[in-house]
């Protein structure tokens, strides 16, 4: 068990020894910009177009266990598979999950996805497996460019038109009931635990996983069940971040509290069995599946706003809102549960969490990638 930490100390040190294994992190350095203003993040504000409603499943009965929420530490869970996706889902999560959305979009240039899919040919079934609110398996499958967030916001939901699917049939998979029920005619959702075993008739020619980190246990297994599932030709792409935390001036201490805070993550997912770094070994992975034309895209989260680059400003506000909003979420269940904190405890060391994501002079940033390959002709 991780003992929560009285005063500044070092994390354990299993976890950065586990993270450093795999692909390395994106090669190319941000440039500090020293001269700007400190820049706040985005507001606090956000709204979220969507409402909670209920949804079926091919796999599962719409039993009341399915629908059925749990609460723990005043935040809300799923009860379908309980403890299987360590992330709350009530209102507040949801929301910066189409924030995050947002995000994801941005860092990849305005697009929903880079697989080389649906230029040859039409796409005729999709999956977004862990689909969480639905927004990406919807502006897929959508036809007109569809806007998530507050005005403010809307620039990066204008990803480009090619993104848009309308042909396609997509179906979106989660643990959680917490989809929309207003939803494009081809666009469906159902309750089913992807770690499972598939039990699809049809098979696909695309399927996306974005931000299932932590959340999978057995990827060998997934990525098999997935080449199983999908069309001669057909491509899977997954977008996940990395930890722990990097920095390439090392202006991250050692000693700080998001530092420590980030080893502590790590080590509870590690000791989960859902790692937080499964990003690192994506690649490896996909190819022993019996995937070909395997393509790693090396990206970068700032913390905040210390890039000098325009691009990566904008993204570390945005990393930085997202993190934030989701900072409690992403330890409350980990730490309590798995190293044996207090909630108490988690609480006080968040508080100095949030003051250092704001610090411009830590040039800190996690690697994300996105990975994808597709299964022989």
């Not at 996306?208 to 990827?219: A, F, K, N, V």
Request: glycine share 6%; hydrophobic share 35%.
């Amino acid at each position: 068990m991780s003992s929560p930490p009285t005063q500044p100390a070092t994390a354990s040190a299993a976890s950065p020894t586990a993270a450093t294994s795999g692909s390395s992190p994106p090669t190319t350095a941000l440039e500090p910009d020293v001269d700007a203003d400190p820049a706040g993040a985005l507001d606090d504000d956000g709204n979220s177009a969507y409402g909670d409603s209920l949804v079926g499943s091919d796999t599962a009965s719409m039993a009341s266990s399915i629908l059925k929420y749990r609460m723990e530490n005043g935040r809300r869970y799923h009860a379908y598979k309980a403890g299987a996706y360590f992330m709350p889902n009530d209102d507040i999560e949801n929301e910066r999950l189409d924030l995050q959305h947002n995000l994801c979009v941005l860092i990849q240039g305005n697009k929903l996805f880079l697989a080389p899919v649906g230029k040859d040919k039409p796409l005729n079934r999709v999956l977004d497996a862990g689909t969480g609110t639905g927004i990406w398996a919807m502006d897929f499958g959508n036809s007109q460019t569809h806007f998530s967030l507050r005005p403010e916001m809307l620039t990066c939901s204008m990803y480009h038109k090619a993104d848009e699917h309308p042909e396609a049939n997509v179906v979106g998979v989660d643990l959680s009931p917490i989809q929309p029920s207003f939803v494009p005619p081809n666009v469906e959702f159902f309750i089913d635990d992807l770690e499972a075993d598939w039990t699809f008739i049809r098979p696909f020619d695309f399927i996306y996983c974005r931000m299932l980190t932590g959340s999978i246990r057995d990827w060998p297994k997934l990525f098999g069940q997935a080449l199983r599932h999908l069309n001669p030709g057909g491509y899977i792409e997954l977008h996940d971040p990395s930890n722990p935390l990097r920095s390439d001036d090392n202006t991250l201490p050692k000693d700080c509290a998001l530092n420590r805070w980030n080893d502590f993550f790590l080590e509870a997912s590690l000791k989960l069995g859902a790692p937080m770094n499964s990003s690192d070994h994506y690649e490896q992975q996909l190819k022993d599946a019996g995937f070909v034309n395997v393509t790693v895209v090396e990206e970068k989260w700032p913390i905040n706003t210390w890039p000098r680059d325009k691009k990566y400003k904008e993204v570390g506000a945005w990393v930085q809102e997202n993190i934030q909003q989701g900072l409690e979420a992403l330890s409350l269940a980990l730490f309590t549960n798995v190293l044996g904190w207090s909630p108490e405890q988690v609480q006080l060391l968040l508080v100095d969490v949030r003051k250092d994501l704001k610090k411009r002079e830590y040039h800190a940033y996690w690697p994300v990638r996105t990975v994808y390959g597709q299964k022989p002709e």
